[in-house]
């Protein structure tokens, strides 16, 4: 059992079937089947891993087991599995090496642990080195091309940030300006991190949102707590040019009450504060990049139910 998610097999690989077939009298080989498809984990199909075996190892049996959601069901799968291609009467045991299935198989059958040799590289360094050294081939580029074509269709996910800040006893929202954007400003805002610190927390985009917040503006809000401090306004579709013939763009879009004295950071290359009062003034939508500009306006809603403002100047 393995998931051999390599274009060559290593020695490791090698000295692993081999030293199956030598104690056995049939081989068969399992692929892990991931539920998603060429992803960075999982980039081979079945079929091209059990082309890869073949290639070396022609005499052996190669079917797939369909990844599932806890251990249990899957040792399940795989034993079924196996008993459905043995004979009636013959004696199983699985091999795997280490940080294989093995650590959490509670199957029927018996396992042994085989020893990697000396040298061994792992599947995980062996795609990193391909990643690192693309070949200049025809073949190469055909390959990267199917691999583009085959994954699923993505959402890139996003936060965008309103700050509020008191300055002399006046709301002001914190704008930031990229020398890409010329004269117009956008919500402070970037992409989720995909390796967040704690999966258990109740408040992960909050979370993002004001992580985005202190690296683009030095700004927090180490005061109360987050639900007292941020407001969601919704999600939005953003037409961002760098994805525009790519994925969709999603961003969750917060309000922040904020502390500190914003200063530029990360890739904001200026800030702006703007008196409250002096957003919601309709004309201003014009100052605002244009994917931002429905976010704006919903700012601006915000700002006159919380502030009790009209469009009028005070």
Known sequence: MGRFQVATLSE?????IEYVSSECHRTLIILGESANRVTKHDPL?????????????PESLIL???????DEEWCKNLDSLISANIPPQASVKLYGSRYSFLDCYKGKFSTELVQESMGSISGTSHRMTIACKPKNSEDFRKGVIWATQNQ??????????????QIEETPHIVLINKKSDGNLLR??????????????????????AIREMTEESNLNCWSGWISERITYLGSFFIDDWRYQHEDSVISA?????????PRAGDDADSIQTVPAIQFIDPYFIDKIVPEHQTMAIKLQQYLKDKFCYTNEKE
């Open 64 to 70: 797939s087991l369909p990844d599932c959601k806890t």
């Open 45 to 57: 199909t079945v079929e091209m891993r059990s082309q890869t075996i073949h290639k070396e190892f």
């Open 187 to 208: 919500f402070i805002g970037g992409h989720i991190e995909p390796h967040p610190r704690d999966y258990q927390t109740p408040h992960a985009l909050e979370i993002q």
């Open 152 to 165: 699923y269709d993505k959402v890139q996910m996003m936060v965008d940030v309103a700050p509020i800040i």
């Open 12 to 16: 490791g690989h090698r000295r692993l």
């Open 253 to 261: 879009f917060f309000v922040i009450d904020a502390e500190g004295v």
